[in-house]
């Protein structure tokens, strides 16, 4: 795993705006950490890492890295909107300010099937949430146990399990935040955005999805005659 001051460049290094204008067509909104905001309690005193190349060379050469370094990612195609373009741009961006990505671009199933294995160095992910709590993220995409995960802090993963034992809403909305916090201090991830969700529905037709949903029930839709 890249040390901290490394993740902490990389951040600095990727153009959110940019890749959510061009890339996206604005729909998607820059967030600061893992926690999306139609999901969890975020905390509002956290702001995305700005764009700042210069500092991301800067920072880069004071974690010993004054030429920059070469790295892997693996990115799938086809499982996510638009997953190739993103990570062409990613890749681009990270070119600028001296990180030679080489871009492995691989078939959904390739990609997921080697998950396991834990030899992406760096890898575009995407992650839904279907229990509209971040439990669900913390346990599947953030533990160091985790299916999804190439992070690995212990402090994360206790924080992450003793999520469990905590049933008052106000206190398990304060500890996310504290998780959050911990992981952006830490720069575990780049941190990204969090895309809309777009329905195309005829008039007589009545449902309403909820934000931040992948997996979509449609047993509460109804149709008109």
């Not at 050469?61 to 920059?68: D, I, L």
């Not at 998950?115 to 509209?132: D, E, H, M, R, W």
């Not at 398990?172 to 329905?199: C, G, M, N, P, V």
């Amino acid at each position: 795993m890249l040390n901290q001051k490394v993740r902490r460049a990389l951040n600095h290094a990727v153009d959110k705006q940019a890749i959510i204008s061009s890339v996206l067509k604005n729909q998607a909104v820059p967030i600061a950490g893992v926690l999306a905001p139609s999901v969890a309690a975020v905390d509002k005193g956290l702001q995305p890492y700005a764009y700042d190349p210069a500092l991301a060379k800067k920072m880069l050469a004071e974690a010993g890295y004054p030429n920059g370094f070469k790295i892997d990612m693996f990115s799938s195609v086809g499982r996510y909107t638009l997953d190739k373009d993103i990570s062409l741009a990613i890749a681009n961006n990270l070119k600028a300010v001296g990180v030679d990505v080489n871009l492995n671009l691989w078939e959904s199933s390739k990609w997921v099937a080697d998950l396991p294995k834990k030899y992406y160095p760096l890898s575009y992910q995407a992650f839904g949430n279907t229990v509209f709590d971040p439990e669900g993220l913390m346990i599947f995409g953030l533990h160091s146990k985790a299916f999804w995960s190439f992070y690995k802090n212990d402090t994360v993963d206790k924080l992450i399990d003793d999520s469990l034992k905590i049933g008052d809403q106000k206190e398990r909305d304060q500890h996310f935040q504290k998780i959050e916090k911990t992981l952006y201090d830490d720069a575990s991830h780049i941190f990204l955005w969090e895309s809309k969700i777009l329905f195309g529905m005829r008039d007589r037709v009545t449902w309403k999805p909820q934000a931040g949903d992948n997996v979509y029930k449609f047993w509460n839709a109804s149709v008109a005659n």
